[in-house]
């Protein structure tokens, strides 16, 4: 089945550093990547959505200066927190679609970001 | 606008009882519905989808949903719970081509306890 992984699965970083986190899709082409952010016991939120080769979109209310996505190739999206602060704090998920798989995306298995 | 209702934030059902957990959605043109499931400090794994055809849709695990437009549903069950289903699922829906959109909206969640 198709696999995406994240790395890393846990970061703890400093308050105004910058972080990336890296999402692969191991066995399929990714035409669209996405990125959420998951509260403890909360739904997940989408921060936005990105296609190889493309500037991602960005959900209302997230700041794409602070969240910075790179989608260069079919196969990795990087998110890049900058200047992080603890409010960042959170469980941060991609997710991708493509290959064969026309209809579902298939998801990371999350990066807990710790902001001291 | 989409949306996805999951009217219950928990549900507790004895090892070997049915199990169902309810969704209902609202979307623009025909859904696209999902389940997905996801346990402790892990991303979500896809469960099963309903595009088109057989309302009644089998999944992993055992699991089935079935889709009833008229009631706008889409509630998840299994026959006989396992202990090891306890985890958190998710119900979402992105509408076809007709409704446009490429987003993919979650319900709030609901925790399954199975219990011996």
């Known amino acids: 089945g198709a696999v995406v992984s994240q790395h890393p699965s846990r970061v703890i970083c400093k308050s105004g550093t910058s972080v990336k986190i890296e999402c692969r899709s191991l066995?399929?082409?990714?035409?669209?990547m996405f990125w959420y952010r998951q509260f403890p016991k909360k739904s997940l939120m989408l921060m936005a959505t990105?296609?190889?080769?493309?500037?991602?979109?960005?959900e209302q209310g997230v700041e794409k200066d602070k969240f910075l996505i790179n989608h260069a190739s079919l196969t990795l999206s990087t998110l890049t927190v900058t200047s992080a602060h603890p409010e960042d704090s959170s469980f941060y998920i991609c997710?991708?679609?493509?290959?064969?798989?026309?209809?579902?995306?298939?998801f990371g298995p999350g990066t807990r970001l710790t902001v001291t | 606008a989409q949306s996805v209702a999951q009217p219950e934030d928990q549900v507790n059902v004895a090892e070997g009882n049915p199990l169902t957990v309810k969704c209902t959605y609202s979307?623009?043109?025909?859904?696209?519905l999902f389940w997905y499931v996801q346990y402790p400090n892990r991303g979500l794994q896809f469960l099963l989808k309903?595009?088109?055809?057989?309302?009644l849709v089998k999944g992993s695990y055992g699991f089935e949903a079935e889709f009833n437009k008229s009631q706008t549903s889409f509630h998840l069950k299994k026959p006989s719970a396992l202990v090891s289903d306890s985890a958190l699922y998710f119900c979402?829906?992105?509408?076809?081509?007709?409704?446009?959109?490429?987003?993919?909206?979650f319900g709030t969640g609901t925790q399954l306890k199975v219990e011996l």
């Open positions: 997710s991708a679609r493509g290959g064969l798989a026309l209809y579902e995306q298939y």
């Open positions: 066995d399929f082409q990714a035409t669209t």
């Open positions: 990105s296609n190889e080769g493309s500037k991602a979109t960005y």
């Open positions: 979307v623009s043109g025909n859904p696209y």
């Open positions: 309903y595009i088109t055809g057989d309302n």
């Open positions: 979402a829906v992105r509408p076809d081509f007709t409704g446009g959109g490429n987003k993919l909206t």
